[in-house]
């Protein structure tokens, strides 16, 4: 089924030894390599999630960067600029940090919407434009950005067109303490050792190409469907539901879900699993969830629990 | 067990209980009716924590429904506690009523704050008897049908007059009078194995899904509920023969074409396994 010499499950396990729990992160940094997606990763901070991105660079072998957004970043800081060189009389282009196949941008809302569009955009079209020329990015290409929910002051809340250009949402939540218990005595105050070049560039493009291969009977298409419409049903505190572009998103995690479970085919398991993630930072929460005090995760899961499955 | 007590006012952060809520979802079935019939609304909730009950959970508005009674239970695992309340309601009026959502106040274990859950709401489409004819309908059926009809009626008479008086019905036979006989009553029919002999007769998608929907129906699988939901919930009880069914059937299910007949095969093994077990 899959070309590649490594399965996705190797990459996995390396980054297990590594990261310790943080499985839904973990298998969420994987699915979306393997879609071709971008990952937007939301807890407080300690939990680990800088380390799983350098975890996941370092394991696949390619280029990382890291840009961490402050509110005096500049666009050119990221995509990169024009230098006139005085002895030749021209303008070169100096490559920014984005030139990278897995990019970490460290507290997105940190920076203002003209920084956060230039990274955007990027990551929509794979490609950059510096004055009048076009540079692809490198493939694969994925970006992983953090948010720290507790510490809103100085930020900029990203909008939701720009939210939906993430393939997904991962909440990263506290270790239980057994797990907390196992980093104390793993790690004990020393750097994390990184897993190195466990999987090539080539490995993750054949799973891209295997992922695709993955088949969708039509029933699970129509769940799919009906489970994005459902985000779109009059709701007392869901304003507007989800693009077609996460029909998509859910479509491909779950062939990515599949493949990663060894599977050439897709279950209703599939969908359900990776369905929070694709749905959550796509609905817009109207006031009167704030005014109620309605934990939004409470109205995805019973949005996604509402729709039967196939 | 009053796991869905309703509060009468905010609870304090100190009254709630800590929990980790994985899912709260509200359905109703059916969701369209006619004016007294019964519609069984169920409020599902998952917790990981394990509780005999869950409190400060407010029930909807349920005017314009009677209600006819109610069900209630909790059931804890080494997955946590499923609580589960069926109403049995009957709408009064027509129309389409959007019951709205079922709210839960606790401490969400995953930040430490009191927090407010809240289940989706639910949309009800309620018919009433057959719309009467407005002013103008009732206007032409007084011009123009009626006389119509009394035509027809008219016609309708002579014609059978006439006929009556042209054939003399002839006295028909005394039939004998019927026996009554007892019957017992039917037994009950296991609909899986003409399923299962369907399937190996002919193996195509339908008949597997027929199989598989038979198999969800009787180990108690809620519609909104996946292998995986299924396979957690009831992993304490299961046997692995029946582990195996689910897991081929959903195989058989869901693989792609080419694949379908040797996925049908190990389906059927399975069953074979199961039945002998």
Redesign the interface.
Known sequence: MIAAEQKPQTLLDALETTIVGQRVTLEALLYALIAGGHVLLEGPPGLAKTLACRALASAVGGSFKRIQFTPDLLPSDIVGTRVFDQRSGEFTTVLGPIFAHIVLADEVNRAPAKVQSALLEGMQEHQVTIGPQTFPLPDPFVVTATMNPLDSEGTYALPLAQMDRFLVKVLVDYPSTEEEGRILERFGGEQPAMPRDVVTVADVIAWRHAARAVHVEPRLKRYVVDLVAATRAKHDYVDRGASPRATLALAALARARALVDGRDFAVPDDVRAVAPAVLRHRLAFNYRTLTDKIDPESIVASVIGAVPTP | MNFLAPVVAQASAQTLARLH???????AEPKSLHVGDTLRLRI?THVDENVGQLDNVTLPDLSGFDSLGDERACSSSGHGTECTEILALSPTETGDR?I??T?LDAI?A?NGK??????????IHVIGAAPQPNGVTRALIDDLLKPIAILILVGAAAYALLWGFGRRPRPKPALPRPVPQVVAPPAPVDPLPPLIAALAAERTRPRVLAVRDEIRRRVGAR???????LLRRRAAGDDRALVDVLRAV??A????DD?LPGAIDEALAALSNWKRA
């Open positions: 809520v994985r899912s709260f979802v509200m359905t599902v959007t709205a959502p709210t969400d995953r009191p927090s407010h859950f809240a289940t989706n709401p639910v949309t519609e909104d509920e996946t292998l995986g939901d959903e195989r299910s869901f693989v792609d694949r």
